[in-house]
């Protein structure tokens, strides 16, 4: 496999993003594709400097100068990380990109989509991603998750109905309609991240062999392909 790619995992507080980023990781390693992963925002020194600003509690930050700290720490990202690894023919997994600017910043914030959407193609370059994985999940027990893992960050400290546009806007955004109007999102699938999370990964891995088959085919399920 030397073509390069681009897999996005996108989805609420604790939907599991993290989790399934690190198996789908081993799952192409074990099929012998080259891949390295990222998450948003972060990933860069000015990235990770950026998280820090970002996620930091009690940090005030408007909305917009929260959407442009967002912008720059993915710029850094496209131009010093992602493009030039999908340039050598390796796969790259993010956690989160440019979909969780949608849901927070233009559903969350409010505010306006094609301003957003055009600061959004001035950072990425114009880079589409080849999936994006929405990890479908109860967005209260998503959060309850979330904060178990111990003390949570800015953006997890938002209340509860800010979280549900959240979770409503991912939704929205893996209809059809909402996909072929926003074609600089490539195309984009839901996967029920109930259950544990092998069974999870699994759910992603036919999702990856049945939306990329020239690429993905041998990461599909022998119970789903009639082999044993």
């Given at each position: 496999?030397s ?9 609420a ?9 690190d ?8 099929a ?10 972060g990933?860069?020194?000015v990235?990770?400097?950026?998280r ?5 509690p009690?940090?005030?930050?408007s ?7 967002f912008?720059?720490s ?20 993010l ?5 969780s ?6 559903a ?10 055009g600061a959004?193609?001035?950072?990425t370059?114009?880079?589409?991603p ?5 990890l ?6 998503g959060?309850?998750?979330a ?7 800015r953006m997890?400290?938002l209340?509860a ?24 999102c ?10 544990s999370?092998e069974?999870v ?24 392909s009639?082999?044993?």
């Open positions: 496999m073509a390069g790619g681009l897999v996005v995992f996108e989805g507080e604790g939907v599991g993003k993290s989790t399934q980023v198996l789908l990781l081993c799952r192409l390693k074990d012998g594709i080259t891949a390295v992963s990222f998450r948003e925002p990933g860069t020194a990235g990770d400097q950026i820090e600003i970002l996620l930091r009690g940090n005030e930050i909305p917009a100068a929260e959407a442009l700290l912008m720059a993915r710029a850094e990202l496209c131009g010093r990380e992602i493009a030039p690894a999908i340039a050598a023919g390796k796969v790259v997994v956690d989160r990109f440019f979909l600017t949608y849901a927070y910043q233009i969350g914030r409010g505010l306006p989509e094609e301003e957003v959407r959004n193609k001035l950072a370059g114009g880079l589409v080849d999936l994006t994985v929405i479908d999940y109860p967005v209260r027990s959060l309850e998750r904060s178990g893992r111990g003390s949570s960050d997890e400290q209340d109905e800010f979280h549900e546009r959240i979770g409503r806007a991912f939704t929205t955004f893996a209809t059809d309609e909402w996909s072929a109007e926003h074609p600089e490539g195309r984009i699938v839901s996967v029920d991240a109930r259950g999370a069974e990964a699994a759910r992603v891995a036919d999702a990856l062999a049945d939306i990329l088959p020239d690429r993905f085919w041998m990461l599909r399920q022998p119970e789903h009639g082999l044993s």
